[in-house]
């Protein structure tokens, strides 16, 4: 018969140590930019083109609703 023996701690510890400082990563020195000169340029056209042209413009009565809708309800107002 074997027989094996099993050796077991009632307590654990546990450790934590600090951990070692580093130092931060490096960065590059701030610098104020150069003054510079801005310059904005705007083209303006001559003439102006039409909003619609023949292909896009709506058909007249394109936008009209047949029939006309019925009001969802009746407002009923009283002065007294």
Do not use: F
């Not at 070692?20 to 705007?42: C, D, G, R, Y």
């Not at 936008?63 to 009283?78: I, K, Q, S, W, Y």
């Amino acid at each position: 018969m074997k027989v094996a023996v099993t050796v077991v701690a009632a307590e654990s510890v546990t450790v934590q140590v600090p951990v070692p400082e580093q130092p931060p990563p490096l960065q590059p020195v701030k610098v104020e930019p150069a003054a510079e000169v801005a310059v904005s340029v705007t083209a303006v056209p001559l003439a102006k083109l039409a909003e619609q042209v023949a292909p896009q413009v709506i058909p007249a009565g394109a936008l009209v609703t047949v029939p006309l809708p019925v009001p969802a309800g009746v407002t009923v107002r009283v002065k007294v």
